[in-house]
């Protein structure tokens, strides 16, 4: 397979499409969290449809301060990366292609887009009370490069989670008629999600990094465990006949134990952020120290904060900088009855 590399939307949309059309967007500097993401796509697409990987990055979407001058462009082994993983086209636009007279700021059309995308209160929280108009200006973007691509699905990975929900919600909310397809987290042998930025960190850096993911998989433990304990102590009900027939097999104090770790207090949602806030409280002494932007357990519906009934799917996310490299991370969980 020879995958074309593009420029333009006119030459997007002279191809003779044949079955479905599967994008991934992404800013570059691909990886094998992208390699999967396209690999997933080969398979939405089917033997005759088509994979489109865009490479663009995006300027609406790094605030003042952020890193979008030294944010990686590596183009070449980009289109490498995607043919290798079974993209047909790499199509990677201009500024001024996706963002029309953006070279003339001067003129009464060129300059900034000023009909944006809203993320609305979502858009708001977590990534986005840190980043203010990052999901404008991610919104903005994804919405052009759908109507760029005209595709039938678009798959992202779900380590961008509050981007996914958001995606999703525009996509539904203004009725683009597109599939969208969430791929899982792709991690390194040690655990670090893959990110473009981790080539920004230095060995101590990466190791202080990751405390990102032991503070998830802290909290999934603490997660688990308490499902276990309190499906355990519902098996059989809390009774004189009970407490004889553990008795009898050498089981009770194991059961007394279940029994009341899975009743006891805090527990839920508040025992799983406390896991999660020990690992991450220790990596702050750390040298270099992580330094914790958030740590959030939220409803993925509008990345509110759950409370300690909550009942369902739900996303354990954090957030943090090390050195001068901004990560974040996160983890799905089910609470209760849902599990």
Known sequence: MTTALLSTAEELHARVRHGRRAVVMTMGALHEGHATLIRTAREVAGPDGEVVVTVFVNPLQFGAGEDLDRYPRTLDADL??????????VFAPSVDEVYPGWGSPGTKSGGEPQVRVSAGPMGERLEGASRPGHFDGMLTVVAKLLHLTRPDAALFGQKDAQQLALIRRMVRDLNFGVEIIAVPTVREEDGLALSSRNRYLSPDERRTALALS??????RDRHAAQEALRARAREVPSTHARAEALSAIGESRAAADAHAVATAAPGGPAAVR???RQVLD???????PLKLDYLALVDPADFTEIGDDFTGEAVLAVAARVGTTRLIDNLPLTFGAAS
């Open 274 to 276: 406390a896991a999660a």
């Open 80 to 89: 490498k990366l995607a043919e290798q993983a079974g993209a047909d086209a």
């Open 282 to 288: 220790e990596a702050a002494r750390l040298d270099p």
């Open 214 to 219: 032991r503070a998830l998989f802290a909290g």
